[in-house]
């Protein structure tokens, strides 16, 4: 990998951990352009993807946009809870659970290569505003 390639994942990491929410590659590339403005979205979209082999970065499938990991099980699948209405993020490792998912899908032949889970709906915050009183 180049020295800029490595600079450009840098930067691009730094930008997911500074907003702690996801953001669309579109989103990033905007943030970068304001520094280096001739930067083109396949430059954003190999950083991303190298991020994401690397597992220091999650694509959310659902919503099309990346999260910096937040955990230091970098290679473990995670299961995703984004909530619906404040957009948070919470990561989650159930081993178990993952395994039991391969056992199933290898009844009838299929080899998993990865996994993504995502579930969706209301953090502990949002979900506790929307108690009626």
């Known amino acids: 990998m180049?020295?800029?390639?490595?600079?450009?994942?840098?930067?691009?990491?730094?930008?997911?951990?500074?907003?702690?929410?996801?953001?669309?590659?579109?989103?990033?590339?905007?943030?970068?352009?304001?520094?280096n403005p001739k930067i083109a979205p396949t430059t954003i979209y190999r950083a991303l993807s190298a991020l994401t082999e690397r597992g220091r970065v999650h694509r959310l499938?659902?919503?099309?946009?990346?999260?910096?990991?937040?955990?230091?099980r970098h290679h473990h699948a995670y299961i995703l809870?984004?909530?619906?209405?404040c957009g948070a993020v919470e990561e989650s490792v159930?081993?178990?659970?993952?395994?039991?998912?391969?056992?199933?899908?290898?009844?009838?032949?299929?080899?998993?290569t990865r996994h993504v889970i995502e579930v969706h709906g209301l953090c502990a915050s949002c979900g506790f505003a929307q108690v009626p009183a």
């Open 61 to 72: 499938e659902s919503l099309n946009a990346f999260i910096a990991c937040q955990g230091d």
């Open 2 to 35: 180049s020295k800029r390639g490595e600079k450009t994942q840098a930067e691009v990491l730094a930008i997911l951990r500074r907003h702690r929410r996801p953001l669309s590659a579109y989103d990033v590339l905007g943030e970068l352009r304001e520094s």
């Open 81 to 85: 809870s984004i909530c619906d209405d």
């Open 94 to 112: 159930a081993p178990d659970l993952l395994k039991a998912l391969s056992s199933i899908a290898g009844r009838s032949g299929f080899a998993p």
